[in-house]
């Protein structure tokens, strides 16, 4: 169960950001409502929420998500992929320290993502993208083998339509993973119960499971209705302005 997690809205300067989905720029005030009712959605879920003020200096820093990545055992402070998010870090790993004794860094010439880190129980699969090198995946593996965790390395960089493993996986529970299509048949998911996401509805693979809901973005009826008849108990949530910008719902937060 989560009971805590770290937010930050977007800043004014957040269309500066960096995207590959050419949809147009994103509306600073739907995007503050969208996250507000992001952020609400969270409380519901039972978790009390440290909210950042937004940092107009780093366009992307909404994305928390990618500086971090929390485990019930200890944190990994991340090395963002891209130069312009290095900045990041510094007040994640402030604020994380009031929470956490265990943390561990990832150090040049390691880059990690948060979103290319996916935790499926006490395994976890680490994307190496463009943004995750092999180095920093292969510091990160230590860390969390440090932690008692097991990991498997996951190559992307050839999938050119996700910018992170969890734009296209969500760990559900049970041993139960929703996929986009270029990854299912990996040797490395063999052993889990797949939930398959079309290439229509992929961006919608980026679903978020918060103690007993699984937050889903709004538009894509098809894996909504699968996670229905599989009892997931789904919320749905407007990202049309987070998508502009390649972010969704896992990216959002921190939890833990
Ligand atoms: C970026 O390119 O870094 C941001 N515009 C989007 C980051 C999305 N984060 C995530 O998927 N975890």
Request: aromatic letters at 8%; glycine letters at 8%.
């Amino acid at each position: 169960m989560f009971t805590r997690a770290v937010v930050r809205p977007p800043g004014k300067s957040f269309d500066g950001g960096l995207t590959s989905a050419e949809m147009g720029k994103p509306d600073f005030d739907v995007a503050v409502e969208q996250h507000e009712a992001y952020c609400r959605v969270l409380e519901e879920c039972g978790l009390r929420l440290t909210r950042l003020a937004a940092d107009d200096r780093y366009p992307d820093s909404t994305f928390v998500e990618d500086t971090a990545i929390l485990t019930r055992r200890g944190a990994v402070i991340c090395r963002p992929g891209a130069v312009s998010r290095l900045g990041e870090t510094e007040e994640i790993a402030r604020v994380l320290r009031l929470d956490f004794t265990r943390i561990y860094t990832i150090h040049e010439p390691g880059t990690v993502d948060g979103g290319d880190i996916c935790e499926a129980g006490d395994h976890f699969f680490i994307g190496v993208s463009n943004r995750t090198n092999e180095n920093g995946a292969t510091q990160l593996a230590r860390f969390l083998a440090e932690l008692g965790y097991t990991s498997t390395l996951i190559e992307i960089r050839g999938l050119s339509n996700i910018l992170h493993l969890k734009s296209g996986i969500a760990y559900l529970d049970d041993s139960r993973i929703v996929i986009i299509d270029e990854l299912k048949d990996r040797k490395e998911f063999s052993g889990y119960d797949l939930i398959h996401v079309n290439a229509e509805e992929a961006y919608a693979a980026n679903c978020l499971p918060v103690n007993d809901r699984v937050l889903i973005a709004a538009g894509y009826p098809g894996l909504q209705r699968r996670l229905r008849d599989l009892d997931y108990d789904t919320i749905v949530l407007d990202m049309s302005e987070f998508q502009k910008m390649d972010g969704g719902l896992s990216c959002l937060s921190l939890r833990f």
